[in-house]
């Protein structure tokens, strides 16, 4: 399973990015996806997850009423709009494919895609 994170930069505070994570030989679909965030000295966290029909959705409570999560299996793509952003949100963001939102474990973690936001 190989995924790959996009849609990374920089934006002001208050501004949005939406950010796109694309399975490469495999159908994500068979997979929930999940969003996490390691920003700079500080350890990776949780910030999202779907699950594999779409039907279940999963927010840190420092992200939700700001961000979404979606899926759209004809593109083999889940994304994470992430709206009112906060310098706090500066961190590189991964995507990762789990069996379900709750695994210990992910399948495979793509590589990241770095958000900076400036105040």
């Known amino acids: 399973v190989q995924l790959q994170a996009s849609g990374g930069g920089l934006v002001q505070s208050g501004g949005s990015l939406r950010l796109s994570c694309t399975g490469s030989?495999?159908?994500?679909?068979?997979?929930?996806v999940n969003w996490a965030r390691q920003a700079p000295g500080k350890e990776r966290e949780g910030v999202s997850c779907?699950?594999?029909?779409?039907?279940?959705?999963w927010y840190a409570d420092s992200v939700k009423g700001r961000f979404t999560i979606s899926r759209d299996n004809t593109k083999n793509t889940v994304f994470l709009q992430m709206n009112s952003l906060k310098p706090e949100d500066t961190a590189v963001y991964y995507c990762?494919?789990?069996?379900?939102?709750?695994?210990?474990?992910?399948?495979?973690w793509g590589q990241g895609t770095l958000v900076t936001v400036s105040s």
């Open positions: 990762a494919a789990k069996r379900r939102c709750d695994s210990a474990v992910a399948v495979s």
């Open positions: 030989g495999v159908t994500l679909d068979y997979y929930a």
């Open positions: 779907i699950s594999r029909g779409g039907a279940d959705i």
